[in-house]
């Protein structure tokens, strides 16, 4: 087992849930790795309803389905993902997908503000403590993730934590009796277009560049 895996491990076994606690607009907040309550299942399937257009797939999501899905993620040695409490209320989530040895990266994924009146601000707030938590923690060099092109509201959130774009990747869309996805594809030519495309947005660990 690779030191992330058995941080990840560590982290999850932890009877301290709430990993990164901090104070926004006068109220106690906290980063808590996920439950599988049936007040987080039925969060989480209406967060990604109202949010569907931010995923890659596309398909009805039920408390049934969540519930399968939180299971996997809370038994995954790679995957982590932390509810955002504000107030003592469930706002939000943020997590990590796995660890790239080979590039030194940490991927993120399911970054979402579920009650979009709460607390304005504070994604721009929790991203950037849960950047510096992932660099202090795992010491990498990098941190990515996958972004919509057309998803102009987390690119400016990550553009305004320091993140930068390296590259889009076409996109084709793979129906099927549940909905849909995407994939990428490969364009024949200059004058042929993807359906939509992914960015890759990177975020440096400036602290171990810069370090002899």
């Known amino acids: 087992m690779s030191k992330y895996n058995k941080k990840i491990a ?3 076994n932890s009877k ?19 439950d599988d309550s049936d007040e987080t299942i039925q969060l989480l399937t209406k967060w990604r309803n109202d949010n569907w257009d931010g995923y890659p797939t596309k398909f009805e ?3 049934e389905s969540t519930q399968v899905y ?3 993620i809370i038994k995954d040695e790679n995957q982590i993902l932390f509810l955002i409490i504000h107030d003592d209320k469930k706002i939000g989530h943020i997590g990590i997908a796995y660890f790239d040895e080979s590039d030194d990266c940490i991927w993120l ?12 601000g504070i994604m721009e ?6 950047l510096k938590w992932i660099f202090d923690e795992f010491n990498n060099s990098k941190i990515k993730g996958y972004i919509f092109s057309d998803n102009y509201k987390t690119i400016r959130l990550h553009e305004k934590c320091g993140w930068l774009t390296l590259k889009s990747i076409p996109l084709k869309r793979e129906f099927s009796k549940e909905g849909w996805k995407w994939i ?4 024949s030519s200059n004058e042929e277009y993807g ?3 992914f960015l890759v947005m990177c975020k440096e660990n400036n602290d171990k560049r810069s370090s002899p």
């Open 195 to 197: 359906e939509r495309y």
């Open 125 to 130: 707030y929790v991203e950037n403590l849960f």
């Open 61 to 63: 999501p039920t408390f």
């Open 10 to 12: 560590e982290l999850k």
């Open 16 to 34: 301290n849930k709430d990993v990164i606690k901090l104070e926004y607009l006068g109220k106690p907040t906290f980063l808590r790795i996920v």
């Open 109 to 120: 994924e399911n970054i979402v503000k579920g009650d979009s009146n709460m607390a304005p």
């Open 70 to 72: 939180l299971k996997k």
């Open 184 to 187: 990428p594809t490969k364009l």
